[in-house]
């Protein structure tokens, strides 16, 4: 059977599964277009151009738009977890199944479908994203057999703290910005949820009580301490150290006295990037296991929306999927023969250069499924210089404060940092051992997120990092995703030769070829 999903709203992509396999899941804001783009016609040009048949069913995840006086659904819809639609209809000539079911389900479907099979009779899912803020018993037969609410809007509140602080960020009629959440994440960190006062404090619970943030409330902060603070202001972070502190709080107190004890815990949406949360989660001790997917937010909901419709139809969601599941690199041009002259992949070279402080545009094969770069659409640099951190920043056009997350092999975790577990997919805090000396990945709590890799996993990055370890003695290196500020991973040719050359890299490689910059070009 094979069935293809597609995602309206922001984050807009399309996913297909033929027979359990997940062959793609595309993101409209890959290629270098602005993030969190709607579905695109080229995205679904882009899938249609690479199946071998029109499919047996095609779903249509929900959403809704609130607009001034009425609300605007497509499909199923954006909360709710009734059962799905499910009609006949003609799809380009054929007799298909279309299936429409919530946006809710499609978070609750992908983490389900795309984590380990497992025997449990209970298992538990946490939704917590822009909107919705619940847990869910799920059981043997996967059907959701009750819902637990929490809160609404987590992750819109956790993103209007840093609007509040933000003199930029309008009084009234704005919304909380997708891209505020993961800054508040960073800041957070410079923050100390102990040193809050009563003003910090008041601000953070009134924030946990507000009936919406649709449209954000500033105005009526308009009082407190944080209002136009300044995002990098001690008061925002603090508060963002407080908020971080007692959302995961209330969220954990829900857990422990009503989710099956000893349940595996599976993770979805955007609030599932949390670093600090997800490994919170998995210390809380109440769960068996937590499992959170790389396309946890909505990047992943249209690959949600396809294994709900596979699992209607099966009665099993699970699927065999790669985080290396978007378009191949297009080679559009060739690099200009007077500014560019190219070379064979050498990967001992190449860990030559790296260790030399050159910073290098790192592309293999498919685009990754999610916001995190994780070496196939990768900027890569030496670990051990607080220089390089703000060089990569610079090269990004970020704030300073933002930190640079590393990717290490699994051989190499014990002496780079204190808890080696493995993580291939950059959802967890860890501790960095001082000791490393990897400054450059530290942040100013002494952590970082990790991605780690093992030879199966990725082998040309593992043997780079292997060639770099046996300069360096350690397989660690920075890892930033390849992209222009504000929009999707980079994925053609002319595209990363004009990112490097406006951004001073010397040095790209893609595939087996390795591009160097002229001298003087």
């Not at 009665?315 to 191949?328: A, E, K, N, R, T």
């Amino acid at each position: 059977m094979l069935v293809v999903a597609l995602k309206p709203g922001h984050d807009g992509a399309v996913a297909a599964i033929d027979n359990r396999k997940l062959l793609y899941s595309l993101e409209s804001e890959k290629d270098s277009r602005p993030r969190y783009t709607q579905l695109l016609p080229t995205t679904i040009l882009d899938i249609a151009e690479r199946l071998d048949a029109v499919p047996d069913v095609v779903a249509l995840g929900g959403w809704s738009d609130l607009r001034p006086n009425r609300i605007s659904y497509t499909g199923a819809g954006y909360e709710g977890t009734h059962e799905p639609t499910i009609t006949t209809s003609r799809f380009f000539g054929k007799e298909v199944r279309f299936f429409t079911s919530t946006h809710e389900r499609s978070h609750i479907y992908m983490a389900l479908g795309m984590a380990p099979a497992d025997t449990a009779p209970l298992r538990t899912v946490l939704v917590w994203e822009g909107d919705v803020g619940a847990f869910y018993v799920v059981d043997a037969d996967h059907r959701i057999v009750r819902t637990v609410p929490v809160m609404t809007g987590p992750g819109a509140r956790y993103s209007f703290l840093f609007g509040l602080a933000d003199p930029t960020f309008p009084d009234s009629g704005g919304k909380p910005r997708l891209n505020d959440a993961g800054k508040l994440m960073a800041l957070a960190a410079f923050g100390d949820a102990g040193e809050a006062g009563p003003d910090i404090t008041n601000v953070v619970e009134r924030i946990l009580k507000q009936d919406s943030m649709y449209p954000a409330p500033k105005a009526e902060y308009q009082d407190s301490v944080l209002y136009n603070a300044g995002v990098e202001s001690d008061a925002c972070k603090t508060a963002a150290a407080l908020l971080t502190k007692r959302l995961f709080e209330t969220f954990a107190q829900v857990a422990r006295e009503q989710m099956p004890e000893g349940s595996p815990l599976y993770i979805s949406g955007g609030c599932g990037l949390n670093c600090d949360w997800n490994s919170e989660w998995a210390a809380l001790g109440h769960f068996s296991s937590v499992f959170v997917a790389p396309c946890t937010n909505d990047s992943g909901s249209a690959l949600g929306t396809a294994i709900d419709a596979l699992a209607t139809f099966t009665g099993d969601p699970h699927i065999d999927w790669s985080v290396y599941s978007g378009l191949d690199f297009v080679d559009d041009t060739r690099p200009d023969t007077s500014r560019w002259r190219s070379r064979p992949l050498d990967h001992d070279a190449v860990a030559q250069a790296l260790a030399a402080g050159r910073v290098v545009a790192w592309v293999q094969g498919r685009w990754e499924i999610g916001p995190r770069a994780l070496g196939n659409r990768s900027l890569l640099a030496e670990p051990f210089s607080t220089a390089t951190r703000d060089l990569l920043n610079d090269i990004k056009k970020r704030e300073d404060y933002r930190p640079i997350a590393p990717v290490c092999r699994v051989e190499d975790l014990p002496a780079v940092f204190h808890e080696d577990f493995e993580d291939p997919y950059m959802l967890y805090f860890r501790r960095v051992r001082e000791s490393s000396g990897a400054l450059a990945v530290t942040h100013v709590d002494g952590s970082a997120r990790c991605q780690t890799v093992r030879e199966s996993g990725n082998p040309r990055l593992h043997r780079l990092l292997s060639a770099f370890a046996a300069r360096r003695g350690l397989g660690v290196l920075c890892n930033t995703s390849l992209n222009f500020n504000g929009e999707g991973f980079i994925n053609r040719t002319s595209d990363l030769t004009l990112y490097c050359e406006s951004r001073g890299i010397s040095d790209m490689v893609v595939g087996d070829t390795w591009y160097q910059r002229v001298e003087g070009s």
